[in-house]
């Protein structure tokens, strides 16, 4: 096949545009959804589109959608990723992905290439939380938004949207074949490995627990140790023990980020802690058998009483098996080393992944360093993570319509 003809350069001058929309003063780039900065983004990534020869429309949430016909009409290949940033965040998140999408239509034009595929390039709106939860534009698409939510409608006017706008954003998937991401990995994984390429298996599910543990409040100057009923004293011994249950599985992440002592006195015993613990991994099975490993430790620490209650429970997601054989492949073909792993952070793919077939390609984030303003990633990965990205894309306008594949796949 012959070398498909790309700009390393016009994508480095297009990262360096996005990287100058909403840089902060103290270093790093906020661009959070709903703001002007993600406005002027927005804009910018639709000119962008509409000069590499897609038709361009702005959806009614603010997602970037550019459409360029195949030769068949009744197959649409998707990619892309999110346009908006976290606060401080980096200039790669998200943004790599979208670019590197803009890249392929712009090869496409100067190549003269029309795919059999239409192609589907989306610039999106807030992937990352904020008002109305991760991955919001992916899943107005995907038409996955929990319109009964009390939180959303509390949080319409703040964005400037309407329950309608929410629902008009919803596409038909029947004729999408493929979405596809190129992003970066956000931890250390592929750079402490100095492995240039992960092709995603899937993205964790994550579950999260709150436990109460209840002992009782006393003084703290009377009451002697040996009877005290401390609540933050078992917390501390719990922590110790699920940390040594969830390092015994391997890929399982764990983590107690909320803490609450009650009465919270310097001089008075703590009588309840409340605390969450999120748990990710790619197996549900082995989240539900640490939870139950976790609760059976806890009849360890006879002075206190301990509840648990699930709070939420997202399911992991899997990424098309025959996508991730088709970007083995072209791996393989490169001679680039890759790996497969699973996606530790939540992204678009996840939410497309309900309806349409969905893989993603990693490029190593350098030190592991993502969602601040140190994230940073080799030149030199980024052309190799395209090379796999473009070629992916002209391997599946292939295959994909190939029934044995679909069949895999879905
Ligand atoms: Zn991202």
Known sequence: MAQFQWSPDRLKRHLDEFARIGTDPGGGITRLSFSKEYEQAADHYANLLSDAGLEVHIDSVGNVVGYKQGKKDTHVLMTGSHLDTVVHGGIFDGTLGALAALEFAWALQDNSIQLEHSIMVVGLAAEEGGLFGGTFGSRAM????????????????????????????EVDCENITAFLELHIEQGDYLCSRQIPIGIVSGIVGITRIEIEIVGESNHAGTTRMDTRRDAVAAFACLVQKANDIICSR??????????????????IIPGKVCTVLELRHQDRCVIEQVIGQIKAASAEFPKVNMHFKKLID????????????????????????HTVMASGAGHDANAFAAKVPVGMIFV????????????ATEWSD???????????????????????FCADSL
């Open 142 to 169: 995907m038409g996955q938004v929990n319109l009964d939510d009390p939180d959303l409608a509390a949080n319409l006017q703040e964005a400037g949207i309407s329950m309608e706008d929410i629902r008009r954003a």
């Open 314 to 337: 997202k399911p992991s997601c899997q990424c098309s098996v025959g996508i991730t054989e088709c970007i083995k492949g072209v791996c393989e073909n490169l001679r680039i080393p």
């Open 250 to 267: 391997p890929g399982l992440v764990g983590t107690f980020g909320v803490v609450d002592v009650f009465p919270n006195m310097a001089n």
């Open 382 to 404: 980024i052309v190799s993570g395209c090379q796999v990205y473009f070629e992916t894309l002209l391997q599946l306008d292939c295959v994909l319509e190939n029934p044995l």
């Open 364 to 375: 190593p984030s350098m030190d592991g360093k993502s969602h601040c303003p140190d994230e």
